[in-house]
């Protein structure tokens, strides 16, 4: 999660621009989301604390180690941190060292899957659990969720659409982004890494939108039985593809080093009720969902190299059979959707299996236990149109971030510690 405001001070101090791209390449992290802040924050304001702590892990590995008596962390979280190296999918203690902070508090790194230890005595007294029952090392809900998805090969890409959407690529080789515009995290596949790439409050905004403004079609969905959003997704299947040109504003395509979002709004809405109405608002929070989606993965492929054949498509946002279309049109590639769109649960339960000894590795169990619910092909013509519109977008967002700079409106959401350019407003002469 990104560093509360509390943290600010200390991501200046360290917020030199060598020093994180350092920490980047090394990484994949900037230093707004890593831990170091946090560190930094607790030796400063907090040194009691800091000076006593004996180690530095996850909460899911505290929680592993409250069952086994053994602390240890996984690289596709520890990786999260800014402080593990992608490369030896070790810790690398010199970036604490750079920051000034301890290094002799980092837990063991030890592979996603791997037997950790066994439920204690104690432990089971304390949670019912049996005395010996194996506690493996679990990972990353997105690499996990991956996992559960067979996305377990170079090059494969998927897109989990729930109140964040991530659009994630596994990566040929280890490598970073020259442009420092994509998080790259180790996947739980061992000596594989992920592009990530982020688009913010996607299903957040979809629920605001419901709940602000479709109070009519949630009492209509509670007395049919069905879920509300897919009385809305039957409602905008009526509306032509383009949404008549209404440009949702909310989440930017991803900038890692310098990530903030324009103010929330709708560009060039329309008078007219039949063009201009809760179906059309709602298909083009769809459309530009998927057009956000489009440009990450061009990020992606730009400084990767992967050219995508096509996309696995899970989370939330997989239920909508119209959603799923309109990301297939929008990127122009197949789109897959799994019987088990939740799939983080069944990576997590791969990778427990694999520890167990029930499975002999997770990359060809998780392809194997995959399977497919539906499959969704491009219309070329609306590819066209959506190619078009992605451009239109691009620039009015630009602009949107101009009005953010200039302090004209507030943005939906900024990097803590971020320093934004300012730009200052012109008024007409007297």
């Not at 989301?33 to 400063?44: D, F, K, T, Y």
């Not at 790439?197 to 039985?225: H, N, P, V, Y």
């Not at 930017?252 to 560009?267: C, E, G, L, N, V």
Request: charged residues 20%; contains cysteine.
């Amino acid at each position: 999660m990104p560093a509360p405001a509390r943290e600010v001070a200390e991501l200046k101090e360290i917020h030199d621009y060598r020093f994180e791209s350092e920490v980047y390449e090394v990484s994949g992290q900037t230093l707004a989301l890593s831990a170091m802040p946090r560190l930094l924050w607790l030796a400063h304001h907090r040194p009691d604390i800091y000076r006593k702590a004996a180690t530095i892990t996850m909460i899911s590995d505290w929680l592993a180690a409250k069952l086994s008596g053994e602390l240890a962390v996984d690289p596709s979280n520890a990786g999260t941190t800014g402080m593990l190296d992608l490369f030896s999918r070790d810790w690398r203690p010199a970036l604490l060292d750079m920051a000034g902070l301890r290094a002799d508090m980092l837990s063991p790194v030890k592979e996603t899957g791997t037997l950790l230890g066994a439920v204690t005595e104690a432990a089971a007294q304390q949670s019912g659990l049996r005395a010996g029952t194996p506690v493996v090392m679990g990972g990353g809900d997105v690499q996990l969720g991956c996992l559960g998805l067979g996305v377990v090969r170079a090059g494969q890409t998927a897109v989990l659409g729930g109140t964040f959407w991530q659009q994630v690529v596994n990566l040929p080789q280890v490598r970073t982004d020259p442009q420092m515009n994509i998080r790259v995290n180790p996947h739980v596949i061992p000596g594989m890494a992920q592009a990530e790439s982020i688009s913010f409050f996607t299903g957040l905004t979809m629920r605001w939108f419901r709940d602000a403004f479709c109070a009519e079609e949630k009492l209509i969905a509670e007395r049919l039985g069905v879920d509300a959003y897919s009385l809305l997704e039957e409602m905008a299947s009526r509306v032509p593809a383009g949404s008549h040109g209404v440009m949702p504003i909310f989440s930017d395509a991803m900038h890692f080093k310098q990530w903030y979002h324009a103010a929330p709004s709708f560009i060039n809405l329309s008078i007219d009720p039949e063009k201009c109405n809760k179906a059309t608002l709602f298909r083009a929070l769809e459309e530009n969902a998927a057009i956000v989606s489009a440009c990450n993965l061009a990020q992606i492929s730009q400084f990767s190299g992967v050219t995508f054949e096509s996309l696995v498509f899970a989370g939330g946002g997989s239920k909508g059979a119209l959603w799923s279309q309109i990301l297939s049109d929008v990127t122009g590639l197949p789109v897959r959707v799994p019987v088990v769109r939740e799939a983080t649960a069944l990576g997590c339960a791969i990778a427990a299996g694999t520890g167990a000894g029930l499975y002999g590795d997770m990359a060809s169990t998780g392809e194997r236990l995959v399977s497919w619910h539906r499959e969704f092909t491009p219309n070329p013509q609306h590819r066209e149109l959506y190619q078009e519109m992605m451009s239109k977008w691009q620039t009015v967002y630009a602009d949107q971030l101009g009005l953010v700079d200039s302090g004209l409106t507030t943005s939906m959401w900024q990097a803590p510690g971020l320093e934004r350019r300012q730009r200052v407003a012109s008024s007409p002469s007297p």
